[in-house]
């Protein structure tokens, strides 16, 4: 009897397993069925189109530079014998601002004027003496010639001794001086740094985009960073033809109001330009992070009934987080902002928060 109770026993643990274990696979199948499901759809943010009124005004940074910039150098090499202004001084075209030594190059002269002189007078006397047939045609010519050659030579000496006289060739201040009297420089070292800051110049950087809506010309506001409540003014003179190696264009804006000389070249300021209009109509935008790849290819996804369109735009300025739309989307349009690396066209799409 005990016998056939274990054995009943037995068969129902055998049947109560198998229900188990069929119980469990059924729910395995369900679960892995939802997790099939949930895999199709691909998870991704979203943003409305719309029209709205845009500041498309922008900022290109940089510093303030002279008008000129002159590094004076020495024409050619001696001992500095005077040094006729210190730095800060305001000098003028033509004014000598030092003197080097020219011994050598005065004896130069003086034999130089002698020689002129003689080949001058040879000159004379041969002219006199070919009137009354003295002598030929090829030896008035050769007189000729050696007075030609004297007074280059002359030329050259004077030329040599104006050169120990350092002018100016601008109008402006020195802002550095690298020479004392009784230095010894060499042909080209440097003297002075002269600059003209009765004008001074903005040097900054625009982008592709911003260039595109820059000419010459251009009236621009300009603020600069130690005086935050002033506006000043300045109008665009340079465009670079071609981008720099980071892709930017270099470009320079004219001061046109510094009476008070309180912008100094050095000082960073920020030209501002395509300040924004009263009456400005509102126009399309996309959020920059909805576009494909970049905002050249003129793609987005847009979201309808849960399934990524893939969808061509056609697109216009660039506001930064924003991008102007001419065609292919409308105020009211679903676009996907996030996720967009996973999706293609007809892909099913999950929008979450």
């Not at 129902?12 to 997790?35: C, D, H, M, P, R």
């Not at 002698?114 to 090829?138: I, N």
């Not at 280059?152 to 109008?171: E, H, M, P, W, Y």
């Not at 005086?227 to 300045?234: A, H, L, S």
Request: cysteine-free.
């Amino acid at each position: 009897m005990k016998k056939i109770n274990y054995i009943l026993i037995v068969i129902a643990l055998i049947v109560w397993a198998g229900f188990t274990l069929a119980g469990n696979k059924q729910k395995q199948a369900e679960e892995t069925a939802i997790v099939a499901e949930q895999s199709a759809y691909v998870a991704v943010r979203v943003d409305t189109i719309k029209t709205e009124v845009v500041d498309a005004s922008y900022r290109a940074n940089g510093n303030f530079a002279p008008f000129q910039d002159l590094k004076l150098s020495s024409e050619r090499g001696g001992q500095v014998v005077r040094v006729l202004v210190q730095e800060g001084a305001r000098v003028s075209v033509g004014q000598t601002l030092a003197v080097i030594k020219a011994d050598l190059q005065s004896v130069e002269l003086q034999n130089a004027e002698a020689a002129y002189l003689t080949a001058q007078k040879d000159a004379q006397r041969f002219e006199s003496a070919y009137k009354t047939g003295g002598v030929t045609q090829q030896q008035l010519d050769q007189t000729n010639l050696q007075l030609q050659s004297a007074k280059a030579r002359l030329n050259q000496a004077k030329i040599n001794v104006g050169d120990s006289n350092v002018k100016s060739t601008i109008n402006g201040i020195v802002n550095k001086r690298h020479i004392e009297p009784g230095t010894v420089v060499a042909p080209g070292a440097p003297l002075f740094d002269v600059v003209n800051v009765s004008k001074l110049k903005l040097k900054a950087n625009a982008t592709e985009n911003q260039v595109a809506n820059i000419k010459v010309g251009d009236e621009v506001s300009i603020k600069a960073s130690v005086y935050p409540d002033k506006e000043f003014k300045g109008k665009v003179t340079f465009i670079a033809a071609m981008a720099d190696e980071s892709l930017n264009f270099p470009v320079e804006i004219e001061v046109l109001n510094n009476p008070n000389n309180d912008l100094r070249a050095g000082m960073y300021g920020s030209a501002i330009f395509g300040e924004k209009s009263k009456n400005q109509t509102p126009i399309t935008v996309v959020p920059r992070t909805a576009f494909v790849g970049s905002i050249a290819n003129n793609e987005v996804f847009v979201a309808r009934e849960g399934v990524a369109h893939l969808t061509k735009i056609v697109s216009g300025r660039n506001f930064g987080d924003t991008v102007e739309v001419f065609d292919g989307l409308k105020a009211g349009d679903i676009v996907i902002t996030s996720g967009i690396i996973n999706l293609t066209d007809g892909a099913k799409i999950n929008i979450v928060k």
